[in-house]
């Protein structure tokens, strides 16, 4: 369970940290495109090829993971990639983090180490080909109705014209993105099971091409959520959303099953409270920061002025006792240099 455990936590690191660098890559780096001089570009930015390359490696360790864990442990653990790219971007970006921040990664820590002692290896229980369209019959239904809470939300808001925020719209794109990333893992558990239980081979490379096109397809919902709502909203919806959606449908679908020991199962259930609630804390920090005790709120703002200067080297913040006595020096030397004119 452990060498599931410490896969998952090197695929979701290099998942994350992978697109980061992609990220930074791009920054210098025209629009991809299928252009000989493009993809030659692209190729010998550093940045770009090795966060590309740790992004595969992560997928590859996943699947591995899959192959050794039920999704009800896995997809958890994989939760914690943000705060493995959060202490990445304090070490290597040189972003500095609040008090919060630093919680929210104790807790999603915690949480994995509950999950690995708790967790426990199952048998693949007997399931039938006909699970893969239940279960996509299922998440079709899920969506329908999402779909149709937010176009009754939208009209009441362009009958009764409503200029505030979209909540229910951050919330609905949040959650969809977080049950296809959900559903990929799933999916690509089921090929694994197929395969042990001697089906066609054909059917692992299927599920594996379906739980890429779920994922892909959950990036296109939750981008539309960032474009039109709140990051905030929409990445706690979808890091909640995935990590239930994998946990129900292995217990439902997949046949997983609780650890039978008290001890084990406690460890497993807090495990998985412990990760959700860390990685709504990484996510909400900034907003969570205003509710904190005054002197931790200082030291926690302080943070974010710091890193906010530290972001622009010719910014100088300094604080002037008494502001109204101050006198910029070059309007000093302006006085002192330009000539006095005579009275008529």
Partial sequence: MWEAVLLTLAATAGNNIGKVLQKKGTLILPPLSFKFKVIRTYAFNKAWVTGFLMDIGGALLMLRALSLAPVSVIQPVSGCGLAILSIFSHFYLKELMNVVDWMGILLAGIGTIGIGAGGEEQTAS??????????????????????????????????????????????IYGLESGILFGMAAVVSKLGFIFLEQGFSKILLPLSIAISICCSGTGFVYQTKGLKHGRAVVVSTCAAVASIVAGVLSGMFALGEHLPEAPGARLLLLLGWLLIIVGVILLVSSTKLVRFLPGKAKRSARGGLDKS???????????????????????????????PTKEKP
């Fill in 126 to 171: 007997p399931i039938s080909i006909f699970h893969l369209p239940w279960l996509a019959f299922v998440v079709v239904i899920v969506f329908v109705i999402l779909n149709g809470w937010l176009r009754i939300y939208r009209r009441q808001r362009r009958e009764q014209e409503l200029m505030q925020s979209e909540v229910v719209e951050e919330i």
């Fill in 308 to 338: 906010f200067s530290a972001k622009q080297p010719g910014l100088i913040r300094t604080r002037d006792p008494n502001p109204s006595a101050v006198i910029h020096a070059n309007t000093l030397h302006h006085l002192l240099t330009s």
